[in-house]
């Protein structure tokens, strides 16, 4: 059956003959193809070529070989670090000790570039100068680096990275940071049980969750790195990348090996910043391709079937409706040559062949990140099948391929979660059952709506909104402080700012105001300080950033999500209340009205968050916020034994009283409308006759109760 899309899409039968205007090349006619050496008549190889060299991953590498990406770490970086850098008060302290580089094969050994693997290699068609990752976040350019699938089989001519050093007035103080031995440092702090997971033969959600939970700790702290350094030119580029490259190394991923339909672990909505994440879990292996195929014998012939598609802008894509992609073939672009006519081969022929025998494609939609425009999130939008393909010129005038993906029926909604966002905030269509516009009565810079669309009910019990911690009795501080003298803000490479110091030698947070690790407590500018509100160690003194909404769930009460998506590390809100003290807690909670009470003492079991993280954070003292009377939005997250939110305590500058606050954080990648909850924690010891409540967090890992 033909189909029409108007004058712009479909063109009418018979208007273009496909095996005219195209170069097929069947996957049989690629051979490899090996240099000759340098000195043929000292070779043993009759023919003169070049004999097979085998070389390990790690090297070493013989005159003239480039080690593969991403096994580009240099031999210099593998040595093992086995002393602490000491260095002097006044100067930077590095964040996490140096430790012994974990071997190669300590984890897992990477599987084989068998048939239908993510090993396979392809070499990318595409300009060797260019920006690898369309990610958005990070736009630096890398010379000739011909990966294309993202699994380590790829040459690059980056050079290998040096030990970072410091650079401080008065002289240069070696830093002497290893990328290999941070990631060293944060494996050895997993869990066992997370090794047992991520060691089974296929995915689950909990391989996935951790796969991707340790690629975000360690590309943090590798980019946290690279930040105080970059005033000496030297760190690990590109963190994505390089933590990518160590987990590949090291096997530390999920689904290696390639498949056509779900991916275990993966859910339909699921959302993604970087493209290595894609890979990680097995949901996409090209790092810059936008088709992902794999080898199918069908007869005596092998053909390639797609598996998967990336639709995130750098092509002439159109979407019809929620339900229907039309796609662009890749090729034909090409920053050296300029354009040309696509071939039907690869990722085309993939894709033409995949339309021939109906089997479905996984569907990746780029979308633009409304928190940081030059970037992108990814949403996978679950199964499609191609229904129709064609050739059309493109606005270049060149010959390019369409393809019709249709939605299969059934599945979970995704990306028209985000049409229907968008639709709310460009007023297009109206929010349904919105209660009030702005729950905050103008208190935060950003609007909280109050909807209910479950049942009748007008809206959660009177209280006062407040925005900040309301501290009726501060005590006096653990130690004075006189903050910091960075009028202009606190730079990572400023190693004599105090408030630095505090935190370990460096920033608590990236600049892109993302949570760098997860220490026990955070040190902010403060009162004390003479840096300004945009200074980037205030993350939490900001309010509100994202558009949030206050909802009826559907047997919880009220609970707390979000329109926009949220990146893992992100700050999302503090808990806003009046402080109070142990004696006001047991009164309250005597009367049952410790619903809005924030207990810091409380027993936490973090899975979650990290996996050898089983203790709640160490504070200067305990720190009671009642939110019944007076509070913000953080009144109405609930509680989940399997959270998407996390709590750490901040300490701001100020000489006068103690400054200490509770702040929440994303812990992973949250997507929009999915409701932000936390755990509660314990009370230990349990008391006789304490009131244990039912947990209706609807988790696997669900305790069953909270207290």
């Not at 049980?193 to 959600?205: A, I, T, W, Y």
């Not at 909990?206 to 105080?228: F, W």
């Not at 501060?474 to 730079?491: D, K, N, R």
């Not at 026990?520 to 509100?533: A, T």
Request: with cysteine; net charge positive; hydrophobic share 30%.
């Amino acid at each position: 059956m033909e189909h029409h899309f108007g004058q712009d899409t479909a063109p009418a039968s018979g208007s273009f003959d496909k095996t005219r205007v195209l170069n097929v090349k069947p996957l049989r006619t690629l051979v490899p193809v090996f240099p000759s050496p340098s000195n043929p008549a000292s070779s043993s190889n009759p023919q003169g070529g070049a004999p097979f060299v085998c070389v390990s991953p790690s090297g070493p590498f013989p005159s003239g070989v480039a080690p593969f990406y991403p096994f580009f770490i240099s031999p210099e970086s593998q040595r093992l670090s086995e002393q602490n850098v000491q260095t002097p008060t006044a100067q930077r302290v590095p964040a996490a000790p140096i430790s012994t580089a974990v071997p190669i094969n300590s984890f897992r050994t990477p599987t084989g570039a068998a048939n239908g693997d993510v090993g396979s290699s392809r070499k990318s068609t595409r300009s060797r100068r260019q920006v690898i990752e369309d990610d958005g976040y990070s736009n630096v350019e890398i010379d000739e680096f011909d990966v294309e699938d993202g699994t380590g089989t790829g040459r690059s001519k980056r050079k290998p990275q040096k030990k970072a050093k410091a650079q401080q007035s008065g002289g240069s103080v070696s830093a002497d940071v290893d990328p290999d031995a941070v990631a060293a440092d944060i494996l050895k702090s997993l869990n066992p049980m997370v090794f047992d997971v991520l060691n089974q033969p296929e995915g689950s959600r909990d391989s996935v969750a951790y796969t991707l939970m340790i690629y975000e700790v360690m590309r943090r702290k590798l980019g946290q790195i690279e930040d105080s350094n970059r005033a000496a030119n030297s760190g690990a580029k590109r963190p994505d990348l390089k933590a990518g490259a160590i987990m590949m190394n090291k096997g530390i991923r999920t689904n290696s090996k390639k498949r056509i339909g779900l991916v275990p672990g993966v859910e339909i909505g699921d959302i993604f910043y970087f493209r290595f994440e894609l890979c990680l879990v097995g949901l996409h292996a090209p790092s810059m391709a936008g088709i992902d195929y794999i080898g199918s014998k069908t007869s005596q012939e092998e053909e390639p079937l797609a598996v998967s598609i990336v639709s995130s802008g750098g092509y002439e894509d159109n979407v019809e409706d929620g339900d229907v992609l039309i796609y662009s073939g890749q090729g034909g672009v090409n920053r050296d040559k300029g354009a040309s006519d696509q071939k039907l081969e690869r990722g085309n022929l993939a894709l033409e062949k995949s339309a021939h025998r109906g089997n479905e494609v996984r569907v990746i939609r780029g979308l633009r990140d409304v928190q940081h425009p030059t970037g992108k999130v990814y949403v996978y939008d679950g199964l499609y099948k191609i229904q129709d393909s064609w050739v059309e010129k493109a606005k270049s005038g060149f010959n390019v391929f369409k393809y019709k993906l249709v939605r299969l029926p059934g599945q979970p909604q995704a990306y028209m979660i985000w049409k229907s966002v968008q639709q709310w905030t460009e007023k297009s269509a109206s929010r349904t059952g919105i209660i009030l516009p702005d729950l905050t009565s103008g208190a935060e810079k950003v609007p909280v709506c109050l909807v209910n669309d479950v049942d009748t009910e007008k809206g959660p019990a009177h209280f006062t909104y407040i925005k900040d911690l309301k501290n009726l009795r501060p005590a006096a501080p653990v130690e004075s402080s006189t903050g910091c003298s960075c009028v202009g803000g606190c730079q990572a490479t400023n190693f004599d700012c105090p408030c630095i110091h505090k935190n370990g030698g460096y920033l608590p947070y990236s600049a892109a105001s993302l949570l760098a690790d997860l220490k026990s407590v955070i040190y902010e500018c403060g009162p004390s300080c003479q840096c300004p509100p945009s200074c980037r160690n205030r993350v939490s003194q900001g309010g509100l950033k994202f558009r949030l909404e206050v909802y009826k769930t559907k047997n919880k009460g009220w609970g707390l999500r979000s329109w926009d998506a949220i990146r893992a590390g992100t700050f999302i809100c503090e808990y806003a209340g009046e402080v109070i003290n142990n004696a006001r807690v047991e009164e309250l909670g005597g009367d049952n009205e410790d619903d809005y009470i924030f207990d810091s003492t409380r027993i936490y079991q973090q899975l979650e968050v990290f996996p050898g993280d089983t203790e709640a954070p160490k504070i200067p003292s305990p720190l009671y916020i009642s939110a019944r009377a007076e509070g913000n939005v953080a009144r109405f997250m609930n509680h989940s034994c399997s959270p998407n939110v996390l709590w750490r305590p901040v300490i701001r500058e100020n000489k006068n009283e103690s400054d200490l606050h509770i702040a929440f954080y994303a812990i992973r990648h949250i997507p929009p409308m999915m409701e932000l909850t936390y755990d509660y924690g314990v009370v230990l010891p349990l008391k006789v006759g304490q009131r244990k409540k039912k947990c209706l967090c609807g988790s696997v890992k669900c305790r069953g109760y909270f207290c």
